[in-house]
């Protein structure tokens, strides 16, 4: 019990640190650019998001759950994600013309699947490192390109905050072994998996992608600053998903714990309905 402890506190501290990190960065861009600059950000960010999703090819639960259980299918199922990474990222810049998003999807990836394989080897202090280490990455990087260059290069700077565990990544495919059989015989499993992943991203992504060529940016600025309220809403229920991801993979109870995480996402739920709406037009009148 004492080692579980210590793993979700871990988890958690690493999730929630880097969650604030994020809230309060994302608040301050909210305050030094323009309402529509903001939604413009949200849109290039979601639709990278998005990208980076069915370019990972379920690789981040499959990962997750195969290392727990000690099975050789990291290193193809990784290089087989990171090929069509490339290809989708590739066409990304085509398409947009923006070197922040393409570089993001193969950062993003390149960092899910290292802690994905972390998480499944129950390596959560190191986990929660990279968390707070990247998070901090991306404040630094995207504060000096937007003085330098202005808000349009904010998504390169999230972006380059991912390309630093490259390293981490070429450690993670050599020090496995390739075969190709596993993934033939885990077929199934990962295109459940990826099924699994792309029906959870799409509703939390697709809104933004839409709202904002139908609606205008400015709508969009002001529903992107309520997506982050959003999200440190969820830091507890996110940090015990991925605790309790690799434990029921290995077949331990998580029961009690899944109990207790449903009465407290039912509270903060609650607080955010009636206390968001008057604290984010007094805290930003812009966004009212």
Do not use: C
Request: proline share 3%; charged share 10%.
């Amino acid at each position: 019990m004492l080692e579980k402890l210590k793993n979700l506190t871990a988890l958690g501290i690493g999730n929630i640190v880097t969650t604030v990190i994020s809230g309060l960065f994302w608040i301050y861009i909210a305050s030094i650019v323009e309402v529509k600059e903001y939604g413009e950000i949200g849109y290039t960010l979601s639709i990278a998001i998005v990208v980076s999703g069915i370019s990972l090819v379920g690789a981040r639960t499959s990962l997750t759950v195969f290392a727990s259980r000690g099975e050789s299918i990291i290193r193809p199922l990784s290089l087989f994600a990171i090929s069509v990474g490339l290809l989708i990222s590739t066409i990304v810049y085509m398409i947009l013309l923006d070197y922040g998003a393409s570089i993001y999807v193969i950062g993003f990836m390149i960092f899910t699947l290292t802690n994905a394989e972390l998480l499944g080897k129950k390596l959560y202090i190191i986990y929660s490192k990279h968390l707070i280490v990247q998070r901090t990455l991306m404040i630094i990087l995207s504060l000096v390109l937007f003085y330098l260059f202005g808000y349009q290069f904010i998504i390169l700077g999230i972006a380059l905050s991912f390309l630093p565990f490259s390293i981490k990544f070429y450690n993670l495919i050599k020090n496995n072994k390739v075969k190709l059989s596993s993934l033939k015989k885990n077929k199934e499993a990962i295109l459940s998996n990826y099924a699994l992943e792309i029906t959870g991203l799409l509703p939390l992504t697709m809104d933004r992608i839409i709202i904002g060529p139908l609606f205008g940016f400015i709508i969009l600025g002001n529903y992107f600053l309520g997506v982050q309220v959003l999200m440190v809403l969820t830091i507890i229920p996110t940090a015990v998903y991925q605790y309790i991801l690799p434990q029921d993979a290995s077949k331990v109870s998580t029961a009690k714990i899944k109990k207790i995480i449903i009465i407290i996402s039912i509270l903060f739920a609650v607080l955010g309905f009636f206390l968001s709406p008057i604290l984010i037009p007094a805290a930003l009148p812009k966004y009212s």
